[in-house]
T-cell receptor
């Protein structure tokens, strides 16, 4: 079975402060990990994937297999980063299992 | 590119009626589409995997006779909620996977359909 845990439902930070959204997973094989974002009144969209090791909108996430984590980080949060963030895992069946999501609010 | 649409965006129906929701991939062919359900302030729960030309694969606990899925073409999957009841009220989201030019395992999501059963 595959499971994704996002321990924080709500997270508030001030503009310019660093932000870290936590994600832990459980999967017996080699997973693909993703972060999806949903801005207010918009559809879910891919933010980044661990395979490509990219930085999107200043966000990065590193897969730590030892800690089974895939935390999302940004050194300087912006107000436009306020959104709902979902961590997701894809296993051998290539289906996505989503975490419960973290609502990030960046305060001015 | 890789746009997924859903229709309708909102639907209100009476208890006992059936409701059909369409999911279309507008600019690519999708052999696999997924249907999710999202309750308020909760995560997306996968209901079923829709494969073009074959039967859908339902997740445990999802009634296949209640949530009928048809994926008759490479650009269209439909979800029909049969004999809807108030507890079926929810936000239904579809996604399509892997346009041909996409190298990675990625899903593109529709905007969702808000179903309210009175």
């Amino acid at each position: 079975a595959q499971r994704v845990t996002q321990p924080e439902k709500l997270l508030s930070v001030f503009k310019g402060a660093p932000v870290e959204l936590k994600c832990n997973y459980s999967y017996s094989g080699s997973p693909e990990l993703f972060w999806y974002v949903q801005y207010s009144r918009q559809r879910l969209q891919l933010l980044l994937r661990h395979i490509s090791r990219e930085s999107i909108k200043g966000f990065t996430a590193d897969l730590n297999k030892g800690e089974t984590s895939f935390h999302l980080k940004k050194p300087f949060a912006q107000e436009e980063d306020s959104a709902m963030y979902y961590c997701a895992l894809s296993g051998s069946a290539r289906q996505l299992t989503f975490g419960s999501g973290t609502q990030l609010t960046v305060l001015p | 590119g890789a746009v997924v649409s859903q229709h309708p965006s909102r639907v209100i129906c009476k208890s006992g009626t059936s409701v059909k929701i369409e999911c279309r991939s507008l600019d690519f062919q999708a052999t696999t589409m997924f249907w999710y359900r999202q309750f308020p302030k909760q995560s997306l729960m996968l209901m079923a995997t829709s494969n073009e030309g074959s039967k859908a694969t339902y997740e445990q606990g999802v009634e296949k006779d209640k949530f009928l899925i048809n994926h008759a073409s490479l650009t269209l999957s439909t979800l029909t909620v049969t004999s809807a009841h108030p507890e079926d009220s929810s936000f239904y989201i579809c996604s399509a996977r892997n346009p041909p030019r996409t190298a990675y395992n990625e899903q593109f999501f529709g905007p969702g359909t808000r179903l309210t059963v009175l």
